[in-house]
């Protein structure tokens, strides 16, 4: 059996653990925002996170010397995001298990917006939140699912038509209430 060498076990520098816990307590509302976004559940956005650290924590030597360790991040999360709908594909969702109560600011068009973006299949998914919240340009989007350009722009076209389908009855509701 083959063991891996962590880079931040015992025997590195005190130095770089600092670094990677102060890197990991600042980023993590972030990370867990983007990923309630992705799946629509605390819980596994909090897995998701959690996942996206260790991954994190595994290639800190490495993540350091990237151009941005946010988006590297950003691209850990999304493809552990991508992996996990993988793996749920091929179990049975249990559904006996209740959400949390909305918090009191949730309007229901936030609601409405929310409930159509769960519709959407996890890649579509995947790429309207790194445009749309996470604000990255078509190439930083490709970059972080390892897609093409082609592949985002069309993935974001059919999205945003899907959403556009799914909230044209929803917010004309809203508007009339």
Sequence with gaps: MRTLKNPLARGSSPEAR???REYAVAAQPHL????????GDWHTAEDLVQTTFGRLYRSWPKVVRADSVDAY???VLFRAFLDLK???DRTVPLDGVPEPAAAPDDSDLRLAVRSALDTLPPRARAVVVLRFWEDLSVEQTADA???STG????QTSRAIAMLRQRLGAAVGELIHD
Aim: with cysteine; aromatic share 8%; proline share 0%.
């Design 18 to 20: 600092d670094r990677f």
């Design 32 to 39: 867990r925002r983007s990923a309630y976004l992705l799946c």
């Design 73 to 75: 991040a950003r691209t």
């Design 86 to 88: 993988r793996k749920q």
């Design 145 to 147: 699912l390892g897609v």
């Design 151 to 154: 592949t985002v722009k069309s």
